[in-house]
């Protein structure tokens, strides 16, 4: 039998875990809204531009439909475009993504792509793009955002690979997402990305033999 005080223990400390979990938030949502402030009154350059990095931050942690979420997506919406960075078009993409707003986020990587190609992260933004495309149904955008990146055997190749499995499907077409699959297993064996290719394959498996 479990003891009393044992209970009140482990009571306790999940009563300090709530308390430290709720007075981060309450941190998180401070910080924000003082970088909001210094946004909005763009008097300080420097004081903006950090600023301006810490939303985009803090946007691609806090869950998408989260009040303070949105604050912070209208704030970096109404900063001028020469302000934009990479980081920043990157965040509001992301975010486009996860909100189901799929032309919005096309828009903001298209952009994002034209203005810094040469981004080391540029195979990274291409493939949302690619996402993008394929949740708003243009499949065929999607695909030639894909195929030039699908030939390298880097790591981002995978997730490149990655995708256009899932353009597969959405295109009614699971054998070839099955032969995505396999190739990413292949090709980056113990990584995340291939655990989550053979999650995704055997799904198809399962439904093919349910049919």
Known sequence: ??????????????????????????????RVRECVEI??????????????ERLAGYLKLIEPDDITAREIRECLE????????PFLQAALGSHYLKTGNPDKASEMYLDLILSFPSD??????RIALAEAFRMSGNYIQAAAQLEPLLE?????????ILEMARLNQSRGLPD?????????????AGTKVAEIARRESREIRLNQWAM
């Open 176 to 188: 070839k997402a099955l032969e995505n699959y396999r190739k990413i297993e292949l090709q980056a």
């Open 39 to 52: 946004v909005r009154s763009g008097e300080n350059p420097v004081d903006t531009r950090d600023c301006l």
């Open 152 to 160: 390298s055997r880097s790591t981002e190749s995978a997730w490149a």
């Open 78 to 85: 109404g900063v001028p475009e020469e302000r934009w960075t």
């Open 120 to 125: 080391p992260k540029i195979m990274r933004y």
């Open 1 to 30: 039998m479990i003891s009393a005080g044992f209970k009140a223990a482990v009571l306790g400390i999940l009563l300090t875990a709530v308390a430290a979990e709720t007075a981060t938030g309450a941190d998180l949502n401070a």
